[in-house]
């Protein structure tokens, strides 16, 4: 079955610099790959997301890479800013998943001003 | 106007109670989702309706039954409560069983003791 892999689980950076968070899988159906970011007490929000066609996406200073032979894909954060701090989540979806989003165990990323 | 709402927002209760968790969506979505996010943040997938059809069912025990008397609504409800059930009920939504355009509801906090 569908099964991913998140780390690191918990990251502390200082303000301006990069973040990079990476989920490995095993389930090579799967063809979509959205990150989230949950704040304290917040529901998950979608903050960017790639399908298996795709080897990067931006948008601003959020990028996710993936890497479908390796079955890895990689979330980046460049200039990070306190207001960038939250737990955050990979997840994979598509293929025969009928809709279910299969989540990574977080990561809990802290930027020092 | 919320798009996926849940009701109640918190829900303290005794071990043993019955209780019921409500969520309606108004986004035109026909998918409905209730995923449960335990005391150390992971978020995984109870069920799944579409169209008022049950599609996913994982592993639950059988005290959670969910119910959906139409497509905007995915009511769930718990028997015999137990103190393992305290988490995070999240409820989600999304258009023809897809995993990308998922919107979650805010979460209702469950609280046992």
């Known amino acids: 079955g569908e099964n991913v892999e998140q780390h690191p689980s918990t990251l502390s950076v200082q303000e301006g610099d990069s973040a990079v968070i990476k989920c490995t899988y095993s389930?090579?159906?799967?063809?979509?790959f959205p990150w989230y970011k949950q704040e304290l007490g917040k529901r998950p929000q979608l903050i960017i997301d790639i399908r298996s066609n795709v080897g990067e996406k931006k948008d601003q200073r959020i990028a996710v890479t993936l890497n479908k032979t390796a079955k890895h894909f990689s979330l980046h954060i460049t200039e990070t800013q306190p207001e960038d701090s939250a737990v955050y989540f990979c997840?994979?979806?598509?293929?025969?998943?009928?809709?279910?989003?299969?989540f990574g165990q977080g990561t809990i990323l802290t930027v020092h001003p | 106007d919320t798009a996926v709402s849940q009701t109640p927002k918190y829900l303290v209760t005794q071990m043993g109670n019955d209780k019921s968790i409500k969520c309606e969506q108004n986004?035109?979505?026909?998918?409905m989702y209730w995923y449960k996010q335990d005391s150390k943040k992971f978020l995984k997938i109870m069920f799944s309706?579409?169209?008022?059809?049950?599609?996913i069912n994982e592993t639950v025990p059988n005290r959670f039954s969910p119910k959906s008397p139409d497509k905007a609504h995915l009511n769930l409800h718990i028997n015999s409560l137990e103190l393992g059930d305290s988490a995070v009920y999240f409820c989600?939504?999304?258009?023809?069983?897809?995993?990308?355009?998922?919107?979650f509801g805010s979460g209702t906090r469950l609280t046992v003791v």
């Open positions: 309706y579409n169209n008022k059809e049950l599609i």
């Open positions: 997840a994979l979806g598509g293929g025969t998943s009928y809709g279910k989003l299969t």
């Open positions: 389930d090579s159906a799967s063809n979509y």
């Open positions: 989600a939504s999304s258009h023809a069983g897809q995993s990308y355009g998922y919107t």
């Open positions: 986004l035109g979505h026909d998918t």
